[in-house]
T-cell receptor
Framework: DTGVSQDPRHKITKRGQNVTFRCDPISEHNRLYWYRQTLGQGPEFLTYFQNEAQLEKSRLLSDRFSAERPKGSFSTLEIQRTEQGDSAMYLC???????????FGPGTRLTVT | AQKITQTQPGMFVQEKEAVTLDCTYDTSDPSYGLFWYKQPSSGEMIFLIYQGSYDQQNATEGRYSLNFQKARKSANLVISASQLGDSAMYFCAMREGRTGTASKLTFGTGTRLQVTL
């Protein structure tokens, strides 16, 4: 399978704990996006990388959130001091340099108790 | 203001019938793209169809077609010959800027489609 993969698929954590999610994009894709989807809503943009450079961040990405893409391949999204409001599906997508289509991974569902 | 508006929270359609899912958008950028994604209960977002703002013809992909009315800023998805497997959430999304420029997608709130026998 050469699609976008995300790990873990599900994460349950207690409020105040830190969590980290990983996204492996399709290998030829140099663009990588993170979105967050809460229940009953469409995905909302969080941040975007071109190669290893983080080029755009949403206001949704508070200082408790940090994302990296150290070698321009996989990316990690860390949430520090989780809050119940962080409970959501975190989606990763990647795309070719000149393509309009973003390919989405299966998502990581986070539940903060 | 909402950039993407989907006014139908839920729709029902009988198997083999056609159904139209509504989407209106708002942008001042002359270059933009409109997308439809399907999200089954398993959660992954499946790309269905794309329409660029400068495309002269409505996009079609198999049983999916996009009814693009630029002056009305609408981009409705038409699914012909509905199948039970079409039951899912459907999201309309927009990218602002020229194709090839990196740009986030802005999504609507979605329409849940139920296909019945």
């Amino acid at each position: 399978d050469t699609g976008v993969s995300q790990d873990p698929r599900h994460k349950i954590t207690k409020r105040g704990q830190n969590v980290t999610f990983r996204c492996d994009p399709i290998s030829e894709h140099n663009r990588l996006y993170w979105y967050r989807q809460t229940l009953g809503q469409g995905p909302e943009f969080l941040t975007y990388f071109q190669n290893e450079a983080q080029l755009e961040k949403s206001r949704l990405l508070s200082d408790r959130f940090s994302a990296e893409r150290p070698k321009g391949s996989f990316s990690t999204l860390e949430i520090q001091r989780t809050e119940q409001g962080d409970s959501a599906m975190y989606l990763c997508a990647s795309s070719y340099p000149l393509s309009y289509e973003q390919y989405f991974g299966p998502g990581t569902r986070l539940t903060v108790t | 203001a909402q950039k993407i508006t989907q006014t139908q929270p839920g729709m029902f359609v009988q198997e083999k019938e056609a159904v139209t899912l509504d989407c209106t958008y708002d942008t001042s950028d002359p270059s933009y793209g409109l997308f439809w994604y399907k999200q089954p209960s398993s959660g992954e977002m499946i790309f269905l169809i794309y329409q660029g703002s400068y495309d002269q013809q409505n996009a079609t992909e198999g049983r999916y077609s996009l009814n693009f009315q630029k002056a009305r800023k609408s981009a409705n998805l038409v699914i012909s010959a509905s199948q039970l497997g079409d039951s899912a959430m459907y999201f309309c999304a927009m990218r602002e800027g020229r194709t090839g420029t990196a740009s986030k997608l802005t999504f609507g709130t979605g329409t849940r489609l139920q296909v019945t026998l």
